[in-house]
């Protein structure tokens, strides 16, 4: 028997078909989708106003702000206090053992018995420096924003905005990287949204603002097998979408529906503490890089507004650096953000080079750092290790 789609004169074509109407087949329509529109992803230009002080503001942001120059003149920086005794400490033969011997015990395929048992022939000390240089600054940016209008204060024009400079913030703590967002005062004000043109909804992306979709079972037939009608769409061939409930359009994320946004200048404050580190070359073998991770005996420390370079130290490649490090902060930190204080340390990094014997043949290792850390290549006791 030859199979007939359902047909009434609810579904056959007169002429003229309500845009909103989906025939099915069973002649019922799917949920009818009321009208909406859809605006630009990124609001326009013309949706911000022009704010005295702020016309280069811009959606995203419009670069870090150069601070004013100082009512008052800056304070000049001093030079520290003079260090005559720079003391130059070395590790006795026992400290040397005993890292050895918590070195080889925390690796599982490494015997115990070189470290424990070998004997040392020979400590030679290879101590070197660590100058660093911080600068702490402060950088402000400023960038237009919007969230949804729920009744908030507008106080656009009302008087003009202070200077992105002249906001007050909170209170930073000096070499400590930190954040602040401040709404800029009378900068705000409340404009349609542009994502939805102020409907407070969007087409659904899903069912492309129809309500409804092809069933995915029975693929818009109305049937699976043969005769049998498609239970999921009861044989309607169609869908409610399950997205937007057959509505054929969702709230709008950018107002969250309100249809409304508060426009508004936002200043971000930036804290951050610019390190440069740098390590006099102590030609032992031990790689530089394996200094970044311990720490050493601090032998200076000089904290100021705006630090001098050192001077009276015994290393003149510490001199060197300390020289350029300091003039090259200055230059790069106080063209577009406010230094707010400096600080210079010198630390003596203790770095000993340990050979030792050990059946017959010489061996060598390293002990650095305040924490007495050990590295080892070519252990001559280790073991290949398996997980069965």
């Known amino acids: 028997m030859e199979r007939q789609p359902i047909m009434n004169h609810q579904n056959r074509n007169y002429g003229v078909v309500n845009p909103g109407f989906v025939p099915t087949a069973e002649g019922t329509p799917a949920m009818f989708a009321p009208p909406t529109a859809e605006g630009p992803s990124a609001p326009p230009a013309?949706?911000?106003?022009?704010?005295?002080?702020?016309?280069?503001?811009?959606?995203?942001?419009?670069?870090?702000?150069?601070?004013?120059?100082?009512?008052?003149?800056?304070?000049?920086?001093?030079?520290?206090?003079?260090?005559?005794?720079?003391t130059i400490p070395s590790i006795s033969e026992d400290t040397?053992?005993?890292?050895?011997?918590?070195?080889?015990?925390s690796k599982c395929c490494y015997s115990k018995a070189p470290a424990k048992d070998g004997v040392i022939t020979n400590m030679e000390a290879f101590n070197t420096y660590r100058y660093r240089l911080e600068t702490f600054n402060e950088t402000r940016s400023t960038e237009w924003n919007h969230e949804p209008y729920k009744g908030q204060p507008v106080d656009a024009y009302s008087q003009p905005p202070p200077g992105p400079w002249d906001i007050p913030t909170k209170t930073p703590t000096f070499f400590v990287d930190d954040k602040d967002i401040v709404k800029v005062p009378y900068t705000s004000s409340v404009k349609n949204c542009h994502a939805c043109v102020g409907m407070g909804r969007k087409p659904c992306k899903d069912c492309a603002g129809a309500g409804n979709k092809v069933c995915w079972v029975c693929n818009g037939s109305g049937y699976r097998h043969g005769d049998d009608r498609c239970n999921h769409c009861s044989g309607r061939g169609r869908e409610n979408c399950s997205h937007c409930q057959g509505q054929g359009s969702r709230t709008c994320e950018v107002c969250q529906g309100k249809q409304q946004l508060l426009v508004y200048i936002r200043l971000t404050v930036k804290w951050t503490d610019n390190t440069d580190n740098y390590v006099v070359e102590q030609r032992s073998?031990?790689?530089?890089?394996?200094?970044?991770?311990?720490?050493?005996?601090?032998?200076?420390?000089?904290t100021q507004y705006m630090v001098?370079?050192?001077?009276?130290?015994?290393?003149?490649?510490?001199?060197?650096a300390a020289q350029r490090l300091v003039s090259e902060h200055q230059a790069k930190y106080s063209q577009t953000s406010r230094i707010l204080q400096q600080r210079q340390t010198i630390e003596l990094i203790p770095v000993t080079k340990v050979t030792y014997l050990w059946k017959g043949k010489s061996h060598i290792y390293f002990v650095y750092g305040n924490e007495f850390k050990v590295h080892a290549d070519n252990y001559p006791a280790t073991c290949c290790c398996s997980v069965m």
Do not use: C
């Open 308 to 320: 001098y370079p050192v001077i009276g130290f015994p290393d003149p490649a510490v001199v060197g």
């Open 96 to 105: 040397a053992r005993e890292a050895f011997v918590l070195f080889a015990s």
């Open 285 to 302: 073998g031990l790689q530089a890089n394996n200094l970044s991770s311990v720490s050493g005996k601090e032998l200076f420390r000089d």
């Open 46 to 86: 013309s949706m911000f106003d022009s704010m005295p002080g702020y016309e280069g503001t811009i959606a995203g942001g419009g670069g870090f702000l150069p601070p004013p120059m100082p009512a008052h003149p800056l304070p000049v920086p001093e030079p520290g206090p003079e260090q005559p005794h720079w």
